[in-house]
Structure formats: C-alpha cells, structure tokens
C-alpha cells in the first residue's frame, strides 16, 4: 500500500511539473528515482532562467529612466528653439512688409505696365490655345504661362526680353494668320491611327491634308481628320490646293475657323439626303415603295394612253375600220350592224364604249388611291414617332434639347416622304387622266355622230 501511495504521489508530482519536464519529454525514465531526479533538474533550470529575466527586466528598467531623462532634455531644447525661431519669424515679416511696401514704391508706374501686359499676355494665350497656327508652331502658350506667373509674383520681375517676345508672339500670330504655308505634321486618322503627312493650313481657317479636311484638338496641339468630310467637290479643292505650287486655287474653308470651325461642324454633322430617307424607318421605306410603284404605273400608262391616243387619231383619217385601237373596234361594229335600227345600234356602241372603257382607266383609281393614303401613312410615321420620342423623354427627361429636336425631326421625315409621294401622284394621275379622258371623249363623239348619221339615214 505504501509504494503504491507513493507511486501516486510522483505521479501528481509529474503532472505539476508537466511544463517544466517537456525540455526532457524525449528521454525516457527508466524508474521511478529516474524520473524524480528528470524533475529536479528542470526545476532548477526554470530558476535560473527566471533569476537572469528578472535581472534582465531591472536592468531595462533603469534603461528607460534614461530614455525619459533624454527625452526631457530634448523637449526643453526644442521648446526654447522654438521660441527663438518665433522671434525670427516675427522679425522676418516685418522685414518683408518694409521690402514689400519699398518694392510698391519702386515699381510705380510699372505696375500698372505690368497689368496691362498680363492682361495682354492672358488673351494671347487664349487666342493661341485655338489657333489652328499652334499646329504648326506648337509650345508657344508656355512661354506665356510662365511670363503671367513671373509678372504675378512679387520676387520677380520681367525682362526686356520677354517683354519683347510677347510683342513677337502678338505680330507672329497675325502674320500667320494670313498666310497659306504646308508643312509635315502627324494627323490622327479616324481609326485611331496616326500618319506623318504633308497638311496645308489656309491662314487661321482651315486645316487640309491628302484631299481631306482636319480639325484642331486644342488638348495637345494635335490635328485630326475629320470622321465626316463635306462634299466631294470641296474635297477636290482642297486636293488641289495641296498640290498646287503657284496662282490662285478655289477652295472651300470655315469662316468661322478661329472661333473654333462651329460652321464646318455643323455643316458635316447635318445628316444628308440618304440619311433622313433611313430615319424615317419601316414607314419610310412603306412610303417609297409605294411612292416608286405609283411614278412606274404612271409612267406606265401614260406611255400605253400616248400610243392609244396616237391610234385613235390615225383612225380619225382612215376611211376604214382598223380593229387595233378603241376608237376601230367601235367603228367596226357599227359597220357590222348598218341596218339596225337607231335604238339597237345607240346600244351596241354604248356597250363597245364600255368595254373599252376598263382598259383606258386603267390605273388611275390605284394613282387616285396612292395620292391619298401616301399623306396618310407619313402622317402615321410622325405620330409613330413622337410617340417614341416623348417615351424617351419620360424615362431620361428633357435635359438635352438636342436629343429631342433629332427625334422630332426624325418623327417628321415621314411626313415629308408621304408629301414627297403624294405631289407628284397627284400631278401624275392628271396627267394620265386626261389622257384617257381625251380618247374616251373621242369615242363618245364619233359615237354620237354614227348614230345620228343612221337616223339621218332613216
């Protein structure tokens, strides 16, 4: 029972000390006494390994009353430095006033010299920053950038020399602007792509290069061509300008050109003749269709009526019945039937007239028809489209006048193209009535007059 008690009591033991043994945990006890010998030694270590931490830890400590008595010391120092530095600064202003108010004293009238000439300096670099002359001689609003700054300043003054050369600058830029020069410069294509190229700039208006015309992006004093280019013919010019080499060459260029070139864009931004076809849409193309069938069927009988009318009067100086025009096929008949009474034949020649008749109207119902509904279906057009137009504007509001005069200008194309059908239609059908008319009145007369030669005759 004892050994057992103490087994159990060096099992406690090393249960207690289960933190201190774990140096020892991968020698193994081989008894008892071993293993309470394993303990000791552990225990003896971790005490001298807490003596030389707590040595450690005052000797820190009296490392950092050194450190604050440092740190006092400092602050001391640095609080007197600072306080003469106030001093200094004091003194320092007031001698900056006194030099500033002798300066104001000195410069005299050259003050109000100087803001004259940063007034002056001011408008010239922003005549420059939209003058197309800026492409060929770029940089030129640096130097006045740095002039403004240094005429601004009260530590510096400006030279004779800067002075001068924004006289340059000034006479540089409104002799430029009257002339015609070419020069090689890179243009960005509307791809993206940029090309080194010969460009002609026509004073301060215009940009060409290769028959096409650029516009000025004052964001980096570059050139590009323009995505839409004017019509062909000036496009020729300009061509020829570029390859000209002497005398006088028309071409086309903006008047507006140092103002930044509005009449040029709005010009090649204005959609052509195709392109206010396409905004009409499904109706639009309904409309042409119609429109285009209608000229043809006009067309078409105005052609058949022109050789029918042609016949009829050669059979008005025949003597004979020829049976390959309106009027023939009712003489014919009437030859047939000479001894009929006047009843009888006033009814056979009535109904030859009336079969006659389907194939010399022909059409012009269809003509009378289009001539109507083709107003009609703009109509249908533009109220389609304003409908489209005003949705638009209630989702993303009216903000953008632009936006909203595009989609009702597109709303009324329709109603230009049914006016475009219609007109014509109208005149058409007139035309190709009367013809028929004329030759239906022809058959009438000839047939009133066979028929009051019978009663004559009886």
Not at 12 to 26: P, T
Not at 289 to 298: D, E, K, P, Q, T
């Amino acid at each position: 029972m004892k050994m057992s008690f103490a087994k159990r009591c060096l099992a406690v033991a090393a249960a207690g000390m289960l933190s201190a043994s774990a140096v020892m945990a991968q020698e193994k006890a081989q008894s008892l006494d071993q293993l309470l010998n394993m303990v000791k030694d552990s225990k003896v270590s971790e005490s001298a390994e807490h003596k030389k931490r707590e040595a450690e830890f005052r000797r820190q400590k009296a490392n950092q009353q050194n450190l604050l008595n440092q740190a006092k010391t400092t602050k001391k120092n640095e609080e007197n430095r600072s306080a003469r530095l106030e001093k200094q600064y004091e003194q320092q202003e007031l001698d900056v006033a006194a030099k500033r108010k002798q300066l104001q004293e000195r410069l005299g009238s050259l003050k109000e010299l100087f803001g004259h000439l940063t007034s002056t300096a001011g408008d010239l670099r922003t005549n420059l920053a939209t003058s197309i002359v800026s492409a060929q001689i770029p940089g030129r609003a640096a130097f006045l950038d740095e002039l403004i700054e240094k005429m601004n300043s009260a530590t510096q003054l400006p030279t004779i020399e800067e002075i001068e050369r924004l006289w340059y600058e000034i006479q540089r830029e409104t002799i430029e602007g009257s002339k015609t020069v070419k020069f090689t410069g890179t243009v960005i294509k509307p791809n993206g792509e940029q090309a080194t190229q010969d460009v002609v700039r026509v004073g301060n208006f215009q940009l060409l290069s290769d028959g096409a015309y650029l516009e000025f992006l004052q964001q980096g004093e570059k050139m590009a061509e323009l995505t839409r280019q004017p019509a062909g013919d000036l496009q020729t010019a300009a061509a020829t300008l570029q390859g000209s080499t002497s005398g006088f060459t028309r071409v086309g260029i903006d008047p507006t050109g140092p103002s930044g070139g509005s009449y040029l864009a709005a010009l090649i931004n204005s959609p052509s003749i195709v392109e206010r076809w396409h905004q009409g849409g499904l109706v639009g193309y309904i409309i042409s269709g119609v429109g285009a069938f209608a000229m043809l069927l006009a067309l078409w009988r105005f052609v058949v009526l022109a050789g029918i009318s042609a016949k009829v009067s050669s059979q008005l100086k025949a003597s004979s019945a020829n049976t390959n025009n309106p009027l023939g096929r009712v003489l014919k008949i009437a030859e047939d039937n000479k001894g009929l009474d006047g009843e009888s034949l006033e009814l056979k020649l009535e109904e030859a007239v009336l079969k006659e008749r389907p194939a010399i109207e022909s059409g012009l119902n269809l003509l009378k028809i289009i001539s109507m509904v083709a107003p009609l279906l703009g109509l249908l057009g533009t109220v389609t489209g304003m409908i489209i137009t005003f949705q638009a504007i209630t989702i993303f509001g009216a903000g953008d006048p632009k936006a909203m005069a595009g989609g009702i200008s597109g709303a009324l194309v329709t109603t230009v193209l049914g006016l475009v059908v219609a007109i014509p239609t109208v005149l058409m059908h007139t035309l190709v009535n009367g013809r028929a008319k004329r030759v239906l009145h022809i058959l009438e007369e000839q047939t009133a007059g066979i028929i009051a030669e019978n009663a004559e005759g009886k």
